[in-house]
Structure formats: C-alpha cells, structure tokens
C-alpha cells in the first residue's frame, strides 16, 4: 500500500515591516549649514534685486510700494550717478590689465623660480593683502601729496594697480606651482626656445589663472571705497556716488546698476565654467 504523507508544509513566517530613520548627522549637517550660510550671502542681493522694480513715491527706496519697470527704461537718467559708474569701469579696466600684467610675471617668476629675495616677495604680497586699506590709503595719500601729484583718476588707477597686483600674482603663482613641468620640455627638444615655449605651451595652459586674476582685480576696483575715498580728491566713482547719496536717498537706479552688474559677473562666471568643463571625446 501507498503511503500518503499528512505532513503539512513549514510555514513562512510573516514578514515584519522595519522602518530604518535616518539620523540627522554630521554630512547632512554640514549640508543644512553649508546652504544656510549660501542664502544668509545672497540675501541682501536679492533685496537689491527686489528693490530695483520697487516704486517709491519719495527719495528714500527702503520700503516696498508697488512694482515697476521704469527704473530700467530710466537707468542713465542720473547724470552724476552715470558719470560716476563710466569713471569705475574705466578706472577698474585700466587697473586690472595694468595689475594683470605686472601679476603674471611676477606669479609666473616665484611659482617657477628659487631665487634670492623670493620669500621677501612672497611676504610682502600676503602684507599687502592683509594690511587694512585704511593703512594702505593713508599711505598712498601721503605718498602722493609728498609728490605732489594732484590727486583724481590717475592716483585712483595707480592705488588700485598696487593693492591689485597681490591677489593676481597669487593665482597665477598657485597655477603656475602645479604646471607640469615635461609639457615644457618637451617643447623645448622640439627646438623651441623659452619665448616660443612660454606662449605657445606655457601661457595658454595658464590662461584660465590669468582670466581669473583680471577678473579678480576688475571686482576688487569697481568695489573699493576706502582707498578710493583717500586718493579721488574731486573724483567720484561709483562706490563714492552711493557713500554720498545715502544721506538724502538713494535712487532706484543703483538698485538696477548694482543688478546689472552683479548679472554680468554671473554670467561671466558659468561661461567659465561651462567652457572649462572637459569635453566628451566621441568615439
């Protein structure tokens, strides 16, 4: 006879839901921190920006009214105020090349090169760049009255080359310290000389440094008020336009021009980017 087996299959175990929380540590820590500190920076960018389509009815621009565009439409209206903005372009661009050039030979120089004096260079750029701008107008102020060079734009130009040079020669010097050196020479077996090496091997790799630095000291002149304020005399630049309206209102219209080009250098700043991206090789 045929066996039939009664035994009943094991049962599962019912499966139990288990709920896993994730605890808030350290990295998403430092995440909620890292964004409050961003949006705690942009903040007063954005009431610039805000204010610039405000619509006050009197001279002061500090509460909210009602929305317009006519500030834009109306953005050369002050005639001061435009003289003074086209003064800190002019100004900042003459500086930043001037600064530019004289920063890349000299970043160029103590990246490469050991040579006697070196660390006294290297000291006196990092002086530069951490000396209050109070001690650095004095100075240039007293420097220029014992000239007797009458103080306007060109004393402004020649104030910003000189706290300018610092910050530009610093990024090319950092670029220049992690060039490698065998792309060189292996131009040079290929029977170039240092001139021809320079600028067809070592400067369009350092390139992107020296864009960076110009950029760099273009910021540092169109923002600078206290050097400026010793070394203008008469002149008004735009820093100085805004110090000196704050005590009857400020227009509308430097809310715009603050926009605008806080807009450029943003736009300049993701073109950078977008283009040093590398580029997909296809196959």
């Not at 045929?2 to 998403?28: D, H, I, M, N, W």
């Not at 910003?160 to 950092?174: D, W």
């Not at 219209?253 to 991206?277: C, D, E, K, Y």
């Given at each position: 006879?045929?066996?039939?087996?009664?035994?009943?299959?094991?049962?599962t175990?019912?499966?139990?839901?288990?709920?896993?929380?994730?605890?808030?540590?350290?990295?998403?820590?430092?995440?909620?921190?890292?964004?409050?500190?961003?949006?705690?920076?942009?903040?007063?960018?954005?009431?610039?920006i805000?204010?610039?389509?405000?619509?006050?009815?009197?001279?002061?621009?500090?509460?909210?009214?009602?929305?317009?565009?006519?500030?834009?439409?109306?953005?050369?209206?002050?005639?001061?105020?435009?003289?003074?903005?086209?003064?800190?372009?002019?100004?900042?661009?003459?500086?930043?090349?001037?600064?530019?050039?004289?920063?890349t030979?000299?970043?160029?120089?103590?990246?490469?090169?050991?040579?006697?004096?070196?660390?006294?260079?290297?000291?006196?750029?990092?002086?530069?760049?951490?000396?209050?701008?109070?001690?650095?107008?004095?100075?240039?102020?007293?420097?220029?009255?014992?000239?007797?060079?009458?103080?306007?734009?060109?004393?402004?130009?020649?104030?910003?080359?000189?706290?300018?040079?610092?910050?530009?020669?610093?990024?090319?010097?950092?670029?220049?310290?992690?060039?490698?050196?065998?792309?060189?020479?292996?131009?040079?077996?290929?029977?170039?000389?240092?001139?021809?090496?320079?600028?067809?091997?070592?400067?369009?790799?350092?390139?992107?440094?020296?864009?960076?630095?110009?950029?760099l000291?273009?910021?540092?002149?169109?923002?600078?008020?206290?050097?400026?304020?010793?070394?203008?005399?008469?002149?008004?630049?735009?820093?100085l336009?805004?110090?000196?309206?704050?005590?009857?209102?400020?227009?509308?219209?430097?809310?715009?021009?603050?926009?605008?080009?806080?807009?450029?250098?943003?736009?300049?700043?993701?073109?950078?980017?977008?283009?040093?991206?590398?580029?997909?090789?296809?196959?």
């Amino acid at each position: 006879m045929t066996q039939v087996s009664t035994a009943t299959p094991l049962e599962t175990p019912p499966t139990r839901t288990v709920t896993v929380r994730k605890r808030f540590g350290g990295v998403q820590f430092m995440h909620a921190y890292t964004w409050l500190i961003i949006l705690w920076l942009v903040l007063p960018i954005f009431v610039m920006i805000l204010f610039g389509f405000n619509n006050p009815s009197g001279r002061y621009n500090q509460t909210w009214q009602g929305f317009t565009l006519k500030w834009y439409r109306e953005l050369f209206a002050l005639d001061d105020l435009t003289s003074a903005l086209v003064l800190s372009l002019v100004i900042a661009v003459a500086a930043s090349i001037v600064s530019t050039a004289l920063g890349t030979g000299i970043g160029y120089a103590l990246g490469r090169y050991q040579f006697r004096g070196s660390g006294s260079m290297n000291l006196i750029m990092f002086a530069t760049m951490s000396s209050p701008e109070l001690v650095m107008g004095a100075s240039l102020l007293t420097l220029f009255v014992s000239l007797g060079i009458g103080l306007g734009p060109v004393t402004i130009t020649i104030a910003h080359v000189m706290f300018s040079i610092s910050f530009v020669a610093t990024v090319i010097r950092a670029r220049v310290i992690t060039l490698d050196r065998s792309i060189e020479e292996a131009a040079a077996d290929l029977g170039a000389n240092a001139w021809t090496t320079f600028w067809k091997v070592t400067f369009p790799i350092i390139l992107p440094a020296v864009f960076s630095g110009f950029m760099l000291a273009f910021a540092l002149s169109v923002d600078d008020f206290v050097v400026t304020n010793f070394t203008a005399g008469t002149s008004i630049t735009f820093p100085l336009w805004i110090w000196g309206a704050t005590r009857v209102g400020l227009p509308p219209q430097v809310n715009v021009m603050g926009t605008l080009i806080f807009a450029t250098g943003v736009l300049i700043a993701v073109i950078t980017n977008i283009r040093s991206r590398p580029k997909k090789q296809k196959i």
